[in-house]
């Protein structure tokens, strides 16, 4: 549950609220998080009475309804933490909740926004499966017309929060294969359901703290009302409005982490002497740490941009998606240069700095691979000249085809 004087703070205050939490409590309990295998009770408590279960829903939903500028600002501020933590809510505030807010019935939002604002309903957005990654939509887990409603039957892997979400928001094709992601709808499926099974996998490379998991859907009934929005064939379009929604999240959750590791990274070489003198003192150090800064005010700078298009009404998703190709390419590149200026505490021992450098790899591939992004903008650059001249998201202000000539 929420704590009731969060719902009294301004911006300013909660954002700073934020910040103690991630020093005092998230930071300190990174270490307890690893050596238990998973994010401590304690902590996730703290995080729902803190509210960041609740970020991105509506306040007469029960949540805080903070906007995306301020949302990409809190998630800088929390990401500072393990960004395992976020993995545990990110798939409330971000890929679930805002589908379900933009594309469910009133039923499905007054249901389910409250008690997932609150942090006491978990949700997992069941998309991917083994024979349909980066091509999302090409899916083919099955739903099925029967007597009383639908039979699903299919798998899903790599499924962050499955194992332990009370619901699962579940992709299925309704239509026929031809139909590519028309025939997509998107069903919301309690976890407990009969026939459905989930399973961890046996190791994690990163995120090793929030495991994904896989889900087998054996002749699992639902009626209509199960139906995202009740609308079939329209799943595809909900899946949408979470992912640019999480893209977002995620190129914030790389400017968090990059700050992270150059800030201990930068600490490690004030104090660690070597030629006589604080390895910060070095010029080729010092370029490589001006490098990182800068690479890590871009990406703020795109994010945060990206953020106030979103604000403006319309999802500028060319720009999103092309913040959150380039923050997670940042990210690797921070990670790896902080790891070569730790040197063998980069590698040996329990440095915070090679945890991240594992965990950020992943924010590569999820939501969007990086050289699936590099295609699809390339493919978006083009359309968008042939059709007008300009660029997707453009800023410029006309555009026509007059303008192209
Ligand atoms: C930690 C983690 C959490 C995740 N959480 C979720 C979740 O909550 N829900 C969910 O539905 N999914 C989730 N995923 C799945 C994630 O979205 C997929 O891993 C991603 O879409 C890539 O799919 P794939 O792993 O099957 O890789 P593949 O599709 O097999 O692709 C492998 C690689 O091939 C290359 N490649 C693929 N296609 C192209 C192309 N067209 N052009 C150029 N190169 C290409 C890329 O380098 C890509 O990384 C998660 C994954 C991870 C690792």
Known sequence: MIDPEVFALDFDEYLARVAVLTDEILIPAEEEMVAAGAVPEHVLRALARHGLFGVSI?????????????????????????????????????????????????????????????????????LTEPEAGSDAAS???????????????????YITNAHWADELVVFARTGEASEGAAGVTAFLVPR???????????????HAEAPVAEIELVDVRVDDSAILGGQV????????????????????????????????????????RQFGAPLADLGAVQADLGRCFADLEAARA??????????????????????????????????????????????????????????????????????????????AVTRQVRLDGTLPDTYRVTRGPADAA
């Open 58 to 126: 509506p306040r007469r939903l029960g949540g805080l309804e903070w906007n995306m500028t301020q949302q990409v600002a809190l998630t800088m501020e929390f990401t500072r933490a393990s960004c395992v933590y976020r993995s545990r809510f990110s798939t409330v505030i971000g890929l679930c909740s805002q589908a379900i807010l933009d594309h469910g019935t009133d039923a499905q939002r007054e249901g389910l926004l409250p008690k997932m604002a609150a942090g006491e309903h978990i949700t997992a957005f069941a």
């Open 139 to 157: 899916l083919t887990t099955t739903a099925r017309r029967v007597d009383d409603g639908w039979r699903i039957d299919g798998s899903k892997r």
């Open 192 to 206: 407990g359901a009969e026939g459905v099974t989930t399973r961890l996998p046996s190791r994690m490379n990163g």
């Open 233 to 272: 064939g329209k799943g595809f379009a909900a899946a949408l409005r979470g992912i640019n929604h999480a893209r977002l999240h995620v190129a914030a959750t790389c400017v968090g982490q990059s700050t992270r590791m150059l800030e201990e990274t930068a600490r490690h070489l004030s104090e660690r």
């Open 302 to 379: 795109l994010t945060v941009e990206a953020a106030r298009a979103f604000d403006t009404g319309t999802v500028p998703r060319h720009r999103i998606a092309a913040a959150k190709l380039f923050a997670s390419e940042m990210a690797g590149r921070v990670a790896d240069r902080c790891v070569q200026l730790l040197g063998g505490e980069g590698i040996v021992g329990d440095h915070p700095v090679p945890r991240m450098w594992r965990d950020v790899r992943a924010l590569r591939i999820y939501e969007g691979s990086s050289p699936v992004h590099e295609r699809n903008l390339g493919r």
